[in-house]
């Protein structure tokens, strides 16, 4: 077997996305532009970090959350640059995302 992505994306420095994830990618487009949604399912799963024990006893363990490759790859195709440029431009736009609440991000939001 292969390691993590491997399978899917190989193993050099430049990703080579191989035929099947090629083809989930735009089998979901194809339908998308169709109106056709296509089952999402999303796995939440606890970070594998070492937490305090009062925090694990006080239900403050994190979380985080993982989709199908396909649907990944597809909205950054779509979406990837739209985001860039919020996060690029925040709070000068009015957003915040990515913002630093222990930087110089969250005087220039207060302001």
Known sequence: GTVGKQHWLGSDEEYRISDDLRAAVMERISKAKKGIRVPTIWTDTLKDERRPIE?????????????????????????????????????????????????????????
């Open 55 to 111: 925090k694990v006893d006080a239900g403050k363990t994190r979380v985080f959350a993982a989709g199908p490759m396909d649907y990944t790859l597809a909205f950054r195709m779509y979406f990837l640059g739209f985001i860039a440029n919020i996060m690029e431009n925040r709070i000068d736009n009015e957003q915040s995302l990515g913002t630093n609440p222990y930087g110089n991000d969250w005087k220039r939001t207060a302001q």
